[in-house]
């Protein structure tokens, strides 16, 4: 079993939280280095399956695999460690450092000396330093921020701290990407060109890429599959095509 190889199964799964039932027997499968979309309105409970799969949400019922390895066992540094890397829906950048070092922060499970090691200048860390500072150069060049590596997060746009934070979670060379809304409170021309960030992410790195979003249209032309959440159920899965004309994803998603 390699990294890139392994499929993402998730089984029967269920989160309660005292009376709310945010995931309600939720399954669904991602082929290993494809794009999957998980849709719905707002509380249908994309957030909780995110923060289930990484860890720092506690299943009540049902299981999670990647590849053999049960994640709902395992503690979120372990899962980090399998290589699923995540972005947030409300940006988490630290808005005083530079974007270059948000983005070594990505990179610190991959530090052998660890960040201590890297601040101490311990014998053989500027090497590494060097190694880590070059491949932060080639994630911001694969999104287009490379301009921006200097610059203070506080100062950038909200279209391109958007950037920054999937770049962060490209950092740590995931095999398997959790995107939480990536284009939320982007104008459509922002939309469109972190559409086409993501879909360029995908051809280059090959990685598996779980797409939650709230904006339908936006997830149609990216995503092999989608899986639909209403109320913390499955509602419909299957192709973009097959999941347009569901009569159930109509009334319940698009509200018409
Ligand atoms: P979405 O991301 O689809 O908008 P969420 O997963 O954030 O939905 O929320 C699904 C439901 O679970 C909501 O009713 C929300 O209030 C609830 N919920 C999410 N996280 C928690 C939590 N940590 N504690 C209590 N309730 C939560
Ligand atoms: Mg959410």
Redesign the pocket.
Known sequence: ETASSRPLRVDNLTVR?GG?T?LSAVSFDIAPGTVHALI?P???????CINVLGGAYRATEGAVHYGEHKLTDLRPHRIADLGVARTFQNISLSLELTVEDNLLTGRHRLMRGGVLGAGLRLPGTRREEREHRAQVGRVAELLGIEHLLQREVHTLSYGDRKRVELGRALCAEPTLLLLDEPVAGMNHGESQDMAATIAAVQRELGISILLVEHDMPFVMGLAERITV?DF?KCIADGTPDEVRRDPEVVRAYLGT
């Open positions: 939280f709310i945010a719905g707002n509380g249908a409970g994309k957030s909780t959440l913390g």
